[in-house]
C-alpha cells in the first residue's frame, strides 16, 4: 500500500468534502477511501479528519500534514515530469471540459490527435455548456468564455470574442425589428439556461458603456447550439460570439440585431490548477491554445473538412 497513494486520496477528500466526492473523483468507493485514510492516521498516530455525518474538518495536525502534503506531491510530480520531459513522452489521466459549440468543433478533434501523437494519456472529454465545479468534478483542464478572477487557477488567455445579436430575417417580418436595447423586453429571446445562469439578462455597449438589460422569451435550451438552430428556423434573436454565426450571416440566413449596441466581448483562455499541473496537462494546454487560435484565424468554414 503506497504512502504517497494514501496522500493523495487524503487530499482529494479533503479538496472535495467527503470520502464519496474524492471516490467519485478517483474511481473507488468510499469505504476504500476511508480504509485508506484509517490506514494513513495509524501510520502517523494521529487524527487527520473528524468525520460526522453531515460534515468532514481536519484536525490541527491534520491540516499542517495536509500544507506538507502539497508540497511532497508537487515535488513529486515535478520530478516525474523532468523524467517524461527527457523521455518525450507524456503519459496518464487527462480530464479536459469545454462548451458544447466548441467542444464538437474544436476540441473533440484535438483530443483525438492528440491521443494518438500520445498513446499513454488517457483522456476524458465532458462537454456542456454548464459551468462544471473544476474542483468537485476532478478537471485537469477547462475550456471556457467567460469572464474570469479566480486566482486559484492558471488562465492561459486565447481570444477576446466578439459576441452579437442576431435573428432570422423572417422573425424580424414578422416582428420588427428592435430599434433600442429595451425592445428586447417586446421579443422572443432565445436563452442560455441552466441552474445558475445568468443570461435572462443581456449586457450590451451602448453610446460605448456596459448596461444590462432584462430579456425572456418561450424558449431555452443548455445548448448554445440549439439556440442557433432556433434563431436559424426564425425562432428568436440570439446572442451568440461571432465566429459561432459568421457563416450564416454571410449567407444572410440570420442578419445582425442592434449593431450599434453589441454585447460586451467575452474572454475566451483555458484554465487549469496553478498547483500540481502534470506534464500532460501542460503539453494538452500548449496544444489546445495553438489549436484554437488556429481555428479561430482560418474561420469554421475553412477547418470544417
Not at 451568440?240 to 474572454?267: S, Y
Request: net charge neutral; proline share 6%.
Amino acid at each position: 500500500m503506497s504512502s504517497l497513494e494514501n496522500m493523495r486520496i487524503f487530499m482529494r477528500s479533503v479538496e472535495l468534502g467527503s470520502f464519496s466526492a474524492a471516490g467519485r473523483a478517483l474511481r473507488m468507493s468510499s469505504a476504500v477511501v476511508s480504509y485508506r485514510i484509517q490506514a494513513l492516521e495509524s501510520q502517523l498516530g494521529c487524527q487527520l479528519l473528524v468525520r460526522t455525518t453531515r460534515r468532514m474538518n481536519l484536525t490541527e495536525r491534520g491540516r499542517v500534514f495536509y500544507e506538507r502534503c502539497l508540497d511532497v506531491v508537487e515535488a513529486v510530480d515535478r520530478a516525474e515530469a523532468s523524467v517524461a520531459e527527457i523521455g518525450g513522452e507524456l503519459r496518464g489521466p487527462l480530464r479536459v471540459t469545454a462548451p458544447l459549440g466548441l467542444g464538437r468543433r474544436v476540441v473533440a478533434p484535438l483530443a483525438r490527435s492528440f491521443r494518438a501523437r500520445h498513446p499513454k494519456v488517457e483522456l476524458r472529454l465532458r462537454l456542456s455548456d454548464h459551468l462544471l465545479d473544476l474542483v468537485g468534478e476532478s478537471i485537469d483542464v477547462a475550456l471556457r468564455m467567460a469572464r474570469f478572477d479566480d486566482s486559484s487557477f492558471t488562465i492561459r488567455k486565447i481570444a477576446e470574442l466578439d459576441r452579437m445579436l442576431c435573428a432570422a430575417p423572417a422573425y424580424l417580418d414578422r416582428h420588427g425589428v428592435p430599434e433600442s436595447p429595451d425592445d428586447l423586453l417586446n421579443h422572443r429571446c432565445l436563452l442560455l439556461r441552466y441552474p445558475g445562469a445568468q443570461q435572462f439578462r443581456w449586457t450590451l455597449r451602448v453610446e460605448g458603456e456596459a448596461a444590462t438589460f432584462p430579456v425572456s422569451g418561450p424558449l431555452d435550451a443548455d445548448d448554445g447550439d440549439v439556440l442557433t438552430a432556433w434563431a436559424l428556423e426564425g425562432e428568436g434573436i440570439v446572442l451568440k460570439p461571432v465566429f459561432e454565426v459568421a457563416e450564416h450571416i454571410r449567407d444572410g440566413r440570420l442578419v445582425p440585431v442592434l449593431p450599434r449596441c453589441p454585447p460586451t466581448p467575452v474572454t475566451l483562455a483555458a484554465l487549469y490548477p496553478t498547483r500540481r499541473a502534470s506534464p500532460v496537462t501542460r503539453g494538452f494546454v500548449d496544444a489546445l491554445v495553438e489549436h484554437t487560435r488556429a481555428y479561430l484565424n482560418r474561420g469554421p468554414a475553412e477547418t470544417s473538412g
